[in-house]
């Protein structure tokens, strides 16, 4: 028999209204070691998510944002609507900054799972799931 340990997801509101968003960020930066003795948390509870609130920066208020996608391309009601290659190229065509669709998803790839961020979250969760190997 096998036991099977209670996990709890905790999602963690950290109000600290004295620091920047750049600075709240940069605590969640840090990494799961630090997050783990900052919010005391004992073992098998790891943070599901931390929720940064605070004031956007001058350079933040200032910069293009990018155009948002319809809510129909995004929300499914009542069931999952798989989407074609052809209808997913066409939710993105105008929202490429001039680049190919190709080029646009290599960028966006590289930014967002091969970036110095994504390998800290990599091995922040090796950390938080150390205590379940066997």
Known sequence: LRLVRETYLMPILVITPKLR???KVALFHAGANTCLELLSLPRYVYPACLLVFGY???Q???RKKPERFCVSDLVCENSYRDKSSRKIR???DGKTDGK???EWM???WKRKYESDFSREMNRSMAVY????EN
Do not use: C, T
Not at 129 to 132: A, I, Q, V
């Open 21 to 23: 968003v750049s600075e």
């Open 56 to 58: 956007p920066s001058e």
């Open 60 to 62: 933040q208020k200032n």
């Open 90 to 92: 066409e939710m993105f």
């Open 100 to 102: 190919s669709y190709e």
């Open 106 to 108: 290599e960028a966006f």
């Open 129 to 132: 799931l150390k205590d379940f």
